[in-house]
């Protein structure tokens, strides 16, 4: 279901930058933000709930700005160890997940290129 909605998302995106309907008034866009909600949050229904909730906001009511999606991670400690690290040299990084409070994060995305 996830990749259904990536890729019409994807479509939505390649027509909307064709055609150069409006802008966003919030950094991420509010597709970027669906795509990151979508692509990183463990509940799908969380992700489209959130995700609608800031397309409600993207209006000249609302002032804009950066608004980084928030997602739910709860780690096991065995990710910190060395053997982890060790077995894993070829990471690739395309989220920062900068901390909100316990179990929350934000999240950013890296800007490295990607392979």
Known sequence: ??????????????????????SCRYYPTCSEYTKWQIEQNPSLIKALFFSVLRILRCNQFFKGGIDYPVVIKKFEKS??????MSKNKDISIKYWLVPKSRDKFYLIKSFKKEK
């Open 79 to 84: 990710l910190l160890k060395r053997d982890y």
């Open 1 to 22: 279901m996830r990749q259904i909605l990536l890729f019409f998302l994807k479509i939505y995106q390649k027509v909307f930058t064709l055609l150069s309907f409006g």
